[in-house]
């Protein structure tokens, strides 16, 4: 199995928010943690009222291609205790693949719609793309260009509300 990059997207906005977040983020630990960020809160993204989120991004590089990356999150979610509900509703744990590197340098390129890469929506969410720039200043998101230009490009007033989270660590 060829070795992977993925960065990746937590979010939470049920329950013990900063415990799943954590949780996550402990557990990848074992599956080759790269970098974290702190968490941040922020406003929900898109149509559906439900309460602030927590999230954070998290670079992990390990045995698991792109595939093996959106199980891994998957099993990150049904350890929180996700269970089904509506597209962009409420939950206690979500992990997005937002993108993911061969180690030859070269981006995983995907319209399948069960594994899409790059997350088609990463792009235009400041709760992925300010807390991915705070840890990784260099980062670029493949096709849409540098994570710094995509958040100088969005609402100021969308990048202010993403806030850092004071009761971290
Ligand atoms: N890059 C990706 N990362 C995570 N899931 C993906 C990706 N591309 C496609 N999917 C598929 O999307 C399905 C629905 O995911 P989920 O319920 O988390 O969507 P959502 O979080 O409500 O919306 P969004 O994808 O906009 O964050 C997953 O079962 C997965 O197969
Ligand atoms: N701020 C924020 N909003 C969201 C988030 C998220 O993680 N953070 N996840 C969603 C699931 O699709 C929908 N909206």
Redesign the pocket.
Known sequence: MPMARAVLSLGANLGDRAGALRGAIEALKDDGLVARSVLYETPPWGPVEQPPYLNAVVVVRGDRDAAGW?AR??ELEQAAGRTREV??GARTL?V???TVTGDDGAPVLSDD?????P?P?AHERAFVLVPWLSLDPTAVLPGRGRVADLVAALPPEDVAAVARWEHLQ
């Open positions: 959106l999150a998957h597209r962009w979500d997005d693949v937002v719609p069960a594994l899409t890469l997350h929506r």
